[in-house]
């Protein structure tokens, strides 16, 4: 086989298995939306409509608990991860510790990173049942909170080692304290880090593992921060499995309001990356 006939194999290789990732993915949220859009159409009051009180056994009512329970278990476990994993992130950058100090803290990051979701909510129900307590909305919180941390701390730690040395030689030049330089640092790298905050709160929304034990999967509305939740995925896996139909046919809904909300979330993503991109040099 000569050079340009094993160029143009790769060539097609590589166009193939984009072809491959683009229509298994256009497959799975056209299904998704084919089947749920069609619920959500004929009956679009279903998530705006709270549970009946036989409502996984007949269908009756709709899935605003689980709605309701996914914003108020994700919403602010996504500010203490993205505070925690911000002030990590700064601290691994050159001011603040050394590159020996700094290689140990991503070691472990990487394995957090790695680590399956449903091991963080095992951790989390080990606490639960050390402390004498019960699965409830605050420790569907704190679950996945942790979950989301090294998420969020990666790509902070990524935009901030990519913003221009100049930035900091300009600050520290002008007689910048490490603070002050700090905070024009973060400025400059406010695309990447929130674009790792909102797909931290994309992963957050959408996973099953970590809250399968932590938040109480309730098919109540969720009346406080000990009371038992339930989220939308968990909801999907619960009536996916039902023998009635009508309740089968609120996951494809629960479905489609999800997948709807993970797109939304991309897209602001990218539009709020190219607002924030200003504040980088160079950016428009």
């Known amino acids: 086989m000569d050079r340009y006939t094993e160029q143009r194999l790769f060539g097609l290789l590589a166009r193939a298995s984009a072809a491959l990732i683009v229509g298994v993915l256009a497959l799975v949220i056209g299904v998704t939306i084919y089947r749920g859009g069609r619920v959500f159409i004929t009956d679009p009051a279903v998530v705006i409509t709270p549970p009946g009180s036989r409502y996984m056994l007949d269908g009756g009512g709709g899935f605003l608990h689980a709605v309701l329970g996914s914003l108020f278990i994700v919403v602010p476990a996504t500010v203490i991860a993205m505070v925690l994993s911000l002030s990590t992130a700064i601290y691994l950058q050159s001011d603040y510790s050394s590159e020996r100090t700094s290689d140990v803290i991503n070691m472990f990051l990487n394995v957090l990173w ?49 913003a221009p040395d100049t930035v900091k030689e300009a600050s520290y030049g002008l007689g910048a304290t490490r603070i002050e330089t700090m905070r024009v640092t973060v400025r400059s790298a406010l695309p990447g880090i929130i674009a790792g905050v909102i797909m931290g709160f994309a992963r957050g929304i959408g996973d099953a593992a970590t809250v399968l034990f932590t938040a109480g999967r309730s098919t109540q509305m969720p009346a406080g921060p000990f009371d038992p939740a339930t989220t939308l995925p968990i909801l999907i896996f619960e009536q996916a499995a039902s023998f009635n139909a009508e309740v089968r046919s609120h996951a494809y809904a629960a479905s489609f309001v999800l997948i709807v909300a993970v797109l939304a979330l991309i897209v602001a993503s990218k539009l709020l990356a190219g607002r924030y991109a200003r504040f980088t040099p160079g950016g428009r």
């Open 114 to 162: 790695g680590t399956p979701p449903i091991v963080y909510g095992v951790f989390v129900l080990t606490v639960i049942i050390a402390v004498g307590a019960q699965t409830s909305l605050i420790f569907g919180i704190v679950a996945i909170a942790i979950f989301q941390y090294p998420i969020m701390t990666r790509y902070a730690d990524e935009a901030l080692q990519s």
